[in-house]
């Protein structure tokens, strides 16, 4: 079933429950940072759960396919992005159970109201203005830079959205570590959890996953550090299972 799929448009597996996503290499794929956090961030039944900045809604799907919740919200404030999204929850038949809207994170909190999920998940533009080297693409440079949205708007609306104890999710960049911890205790999401990832064992982190619970107490578990990479390029037997391809060989 391609029918839905418009110029230049591509349906990749995902390796999970059949689900499949459509992306156009012309706008911004999916990378492993999403896969990354889907794994990381947990939904449990009867919770509700919005990604902030959802791209082409591909933390919505794969939450969707891991966790027993009871819904799952994407906002996008690129209307091509939502589309594809939208699109994509249909192939996968899930439009009872994940729903994408078009808006900007900014208002998320007037769109949605206070206190209306259990669990907001993001993966946020990583680079500072104009730090970093600018795509002349509109649609990557949003989805690379704080453009549209900086990560002061994305946790001011999460504090928000969440109801109390409801759980942060975030996959970042580790050079803005300090501003994200400082930022999220000073929005009442406790940091609780902090995974570093890194390309090889012996090469500095290039990601950090966090969790944060509105209106816990202070207190951060530091997990082990995840290794993409083994030394001759090959993913780590980790990173193959959550790919879905551990014990098949296959590399993408």
């Known amino acids: 079933m391609t029918s839905n799929l418009k110029p230049g448009e591509r349906l990749d597996d995902l390796q999970i429950r059949g689900y499949r996503i459509i992306q156009s290499p012309g706008r911004f794929c999916f990378g492993m940072d999403a896969v990354l956090l889907s794994a990381f961030a947990k939904v449990k039944a009867g919770e509700r759960a919005l990604d902030l900045g959802t791209g082409t809604g591909i933390l ?6 891991k966790y027993e919740g009871d819904s799952y919200t994407g ?4 209307e091509e992005s939502a589309d594809m999204a939208r699109r994509s929850v249909s192939w996968n038949h ?9 808006g900007d994170i900014r208002e998320a909190a007037d769109l949605f109201g206070a206190a209306s999920f259990h669990v907001v998940t993001v993966n946020p533009p990583y680079m500072i203005g104009e730090h970093g080297i600018r795509n002349a693409n509109p649609a990557k440079y949003i989805a690379r830079h704080e453009a549209l949205c900086t990560l002061e708007d994305v946790l001011r609306e999460s504090e928000k959205l969440l109801i109390s104890k409801g759980r942060f999710y ?3 960049r580790p050079f803005r570590l300090a501003e994200i911890l400082a930022g999220m205790s000073r929005h009442r999401l406790e940091p609780k959890r902090m995974r570093l990832v890194h390309p090889y064992a012996d090469k500095e982190p290039n990601m950090v996953l966090v969790e ?5 107490r202070p207190r951060m578990t530091v997990e082990p550090p995840l290794i993409v990479y083994r030394e001759d390029g090959s993913y780590t037997e980790e990173v193959l299972e959550l790919y879905g391809m551990a014990g098949t060989g296959r590399q993408e």
């Open 212 to 216: 944060g619970v509105r209106d816990a």
């Open 170 to 172: 975030m996959v970042h």
């Open 75 to 78: 906002l996008e404030i690129q």
């Open 60 to 65: 919505p799907i794969l939450l969707e396919a």
């Open 94 to 102: 899930l439009e009872d159970r994940v729903h994408i809207v078009t």
